[in-house]
C-alpha cells in the first residue's frame, strides 16, 4: 500500500480549553476537531506499551522548545504558561493514506501529565520531555475526602449508616 502515513494526535485537557497538536506541518481536522501542526518540533514516543493491569506506564514525548518564543501563538507557550500538572492527556497514532478519519488508530491512550523537565545544552536545541503516567494510575491514587451522610446519600440513597 503506496502513501501510508503514520501520525501522533495529542490532546491537552485544560479547566477551559483543550490544546491539540499533531507530527505534521499543515492544520488538520480530525474526528471533528483542529490539530495544529508542530511538525519535526514534537518527537512522539517509540512504542506505547499497553498492559491490561493496573500498574502505571510511563510515555515520554519530546519537543524542541527553541522557536516557543517566536510569536504569541505557540501551543508549546501555551502548555508551559498553564497549569498543565495532573491534566489528562489522550494519545492516538493512527495509520491512514489520505484522510486520518478513515483512518486505522493503532494506539488511543488516556493518561496524566506528571512531570514536564526542560533540558538546555550548549548549541543544542532545548528539549522539553512530557512524562505521562497511564490512565491506571488515577484508580490507585488515594481521595482525599470526609464522608458525611449526605455525600453518602449521593452514591446510595438508601444507606442509613450515618444516621
Given at each position: 500500500?503506496?502513501?501510508l502515513k503514520?501520525?501522533?494526535?495529542?490532546?491537552?485537557?485544560?479547566d477551559?480549553?483543550?490544546?491539540?497538536?499533531?507530527?505534521?506541518?499543515?492544520?488538520?481536522?480530525?474526528?471533528?476537531?483542529?490539530?495544529?501542526?508542530l511538525?519535526?518540533?514534537?518527537?512522539p514516543?517509540?512504542?506505547?506499551?499497553?498492559?491490561?493491569?493496573?500498574?502505571s506506564?510511563?510515555?515520554?514525548?519530546?519537543f524542541?522548545?527553541?522557536?516557543?518564543?517566536?510569536?504569541?501563538?505557540?501551543?508549546?507557550?501555551?502548555i508551559?504558561?498553564?497549569?498543565?500538572r495532573?491534566?489528562q492527556?489522550?494519545?492516538?497514532?493512527?495509520?491512514?493514506?489520505?484522510?486520518?478519519?478513515?483512518?486505522?488508530?493503532?494506539?488511543?491512550?488516556y493518561?496524566?501529565?506528571?512531570?514536564?523537565?526542560?533540558?538546555?545544552?550548549?548549541k543544542?536545541?532545548?528539549?522539553?520531555?512530557?512524562?505521562i503516567?497511564?490512565?491506571?494510575?488515577?484508580?490507585?491514587?488515594?481521595?482525599?475526602?470526609?464522608?458525611?451522610?449526605?455525600?453518602?446519600?449521593?452514591?446510595f440513597?438508601?444507606?442509613?449508616?450515618?444516621?
Open positions: 500500500m503506496t502513501g503514520s501520525r501522533w494526535f495529542v490532546e491537552i485537557f485544560f477551559g480549553e483543550t490544546v491539540r497538536f499533531w507530527n505534521d506541518f499543515e492544520p488538520i481536522i480530525y474526528d471533528g476537531q483542529t490539530f495544529q501542526p511538525g519535526d518540533r514534537f518527537t514516543p517509540d512504542k506505547i506499551k499497553l498492559t491490561a493491569t493496573l500498574k506506564e510511563t510515555v515520554k514525548l519530546k524542541d522548545a527553541s522557536r516557543q518564543l517566536d510569536n504569541g501563538n505557540d501551543i508549546l507557550a501555551d508551559l504558561d498553564s497549569n498543565w495532573n491534566r492527556i489522550r494519545i492516538r497514532n493512527i495509520f491512514y493514506t489520505t484522510d486520518p478519519d478513515s483512518g486505522d488508530v493503532i494506539s488511543n491512550v493518561g496524566r501529565i506528571r512531570n514536564l523537565p526542560g533540558s538546555l545544552a550548549v543544542r536545541n532545548p528539549i522539553i520531555e512530557m512524562e503516567e497511564s490512565g491506571s494510575l488515577t484508580y490507585l491514587e488515594r481521595r482525599m475526602q470526609t464522608r458525611t451522610a449526605e455525600n453518602q446519600k449521593i452514591v440513597a438508601d444507606d442509613r449508616g450515618f444516621d
